[in-house]
């Protein structure tokens, strides 16, 4: 660490080190398939399924003049 750094800041620096290590030593596993997300994607678009949000927030409209969901 450099030098400048007050102990505090040194340690918290430190800290952040070895978390960042953590983190990045265990691997992500693939939790979906991309191409099975983008056909289901492009699926729901052709039929033009649109479903409100799980939190309940509005959405826009696909086209002008269409209700809010």
Same mark, same amino acid.
């Given at each position: ?5 007050? =102990?505090?800041? /040194? ?12 983190? !990045? &030593?265990? =691997?992500? %596993?693939?939790? !979906?398939? =991309?191409?099975?997300? &983008?056909?289901?994607?492009?699926? &729901?678009?052709?039929? +033009? +399924?649109?479903?409100?949000? %799980? ?7 696909? /086209? ?6």
């Amino acid at each position: 660490m450099s030098a400048c750094l007050e =102990p505090a800041d /040194e340690e918290l620096a430190e800290l952040f080190t070895a978390w960042q290590r953590d983190i !990045v &030593a265990v =691997p992500i %596993p693939t939790l !979906v398939d =991309p191409g099975q997300a &983008a056909e289901i994607v492009a699926r &729901a678009g052709r039929e +033009r +399924r649109v479903h409100a949000p %799980p939190d309940g927030a509005r959405t826009r409209a696909r /086209e002008q003049g269409k209700r809010l969901l």
